[in-house]
């Protein structure tokens, strides 16, 4: 199997696993065992690191002309083949927005969100610059660090609020408990 053809396979194994991990953090959450779902969360992001940094800075070919350049224009060229990029650059960054609010669980959604856009901002463009600047990668593209960005954003806005539910859902259930205890 060449590595392009491993793409798809790939794919499918980190969503399973994201599937996995995500009905793992909701189970772990409802059972109240706050500290592991944020240790799950935490440890399945620097997987997710890890195979982000394999898949932006896999040294792809330099220019024949070995030029450096970034596009600085967002959205400038519009082909088929970019717009399945700009999906694949937004669907990238999504499992780091699901994880986030059980890792900063103490964190109100508000700022769940901007430290999701902030955080995804600067990893993205930590690697567009690595990618424009080193033998890792040919250019960068400012609609890459937007599409990053959009999508890390938008999937920490949805999970913190499922998360704020099902700690608000736990912390109602276990109120009576806690209560029946005292008496």
Do not use: K, Y
Request: positive net charge; aromatic residues 8%.
């Amino acid at each position: 199997m060449t590595p392009d053809s491993l793409v798809i396979p790939a794919a499918v194994v980190a969503l399973a696993f994201l599937a996995w991990v995500l009905l793992r953090l909701v189970r772990l959450t409802r059972q109240g065992d706050f500290i592991r779902a944020a240790h799950l969360a935490s440890a399945s992001t620097a997987l997710w690191g890890l195979g982000l940094l394999l898949a932006t800075l896999g040294g792809r070919p330099q220019d024949s002309l070995g030029r450096i350049w970034f596009n600085w224009v967002p959205f400038a060229t519009q082909t088929a083949a970019n717009d399945t990029e700009i999906v694949m650059n937004f669907l990238l960054f999504v499992p780091a927005g699901l994880l986030l609010p059980w890792i900063a669980r103490h964190a109100t959604r508000q700022r769940v969100i901007v430290l999701a856009l902030g955080a995804a901002a600067m990893l993205s463009s930590v690697i567009e610059v690595l990618q424009t600047f080193t033998p890792l990668g040919t250019a960068g593209d400012i609609t890459d660090i937007l599409s990053n960005t959009i999508g890390c954003t938008i999937a920490a806005a949805i999970s913190s609020i499922v998360h704020h539910w099902l700690v608000s859902q736990q912390l109602t259930r276990s109120a009576p408990e806690a209560r029946q205890l005292q008496s």
